[in-house]
């Protein structure tokens, strides 16, 4: 009987959120500020998968701290860093509940673009100070981050109304959905 115990590490969802976003803004933070955005959006986005099939508040947040010694006899220094926190969830993720909570971290992710000071303040451009249309911006990322929480409200409808049997084949759940409930 095998009683290790699967994980999901974070890394999982991080890389499906980061295939389906273009972000310039990664590019320019370090590692560690990027994996804190990271943590930050995944951690918002867990309340908004509604009935998953796995433990999805069983978490643990693990920092890494490292230890280094550099100088010559002369100078000493010992530096203690944390470098970054790689959680895991305490369940092993199906590629569907990964891709879930992915299409969340968009929102999320969306929800700061729309939060932004950048998207908020006035501004104006041009020689003769033509102003510029921040709401057509700002309605756009609306309807943009809409659309999306559809589309996780949509994959877990489908989520919750098929089942992988047994034998690896996938099975409809409308049967079990559609029994009375009893009191």
């Keep these: 009987m095998n009683t290790e115990i699967q994980t ?18 990664y590019l320019e933070l370090n590692e ?27 978490f643990a947040l693990q920092t890494d701290t490292y230890e280094t010694y550099c100088g010559v006899e002369s100078n000493y220094c010992e530096v203690s860093a944390k470098i970054y926190t790689n959680g895991y969830f305490n369940s092993s993720f199906s590629l569907e509940e990964i891709n879930i909570l992915a299409v969340y971290m968009i929102v999320e992710w969306l929800g700061q673009q729309l939060a932004s000071v950048e998207n908020t303040r006035m501004k104006y451009s041009g020689t003769d100070f033509k102003f510029t249309s921040q709401a057509n911006h700002m309605q756009k990322l609306l309807t943009l981050k809409k659309d999306y929480e559809r589309e996780g409200f949509h994959l877990q409808r489908l989520y919750k109304r098929r089942k992988v049997d047994s034998n690896g084949a996938i099975k409809s759940t409308m049967s079990i959905i559609m029994e009375p409930i009893e009191e």
């Design 8 to 25: 999901t590490p974070f890394s999982e969802i991080y890389d499906c959120f980061l295939t389906k976003i273009t972000d310039d803004m």
């Design 32 to 58: 560690l500020d990027t994996y804190r955005m990271l943590e930050s959006l995944l951690l918002a986005a867990i309340p908004k998968f509604e009935f998953p099939r796995v433990n999805i508040f069983d």
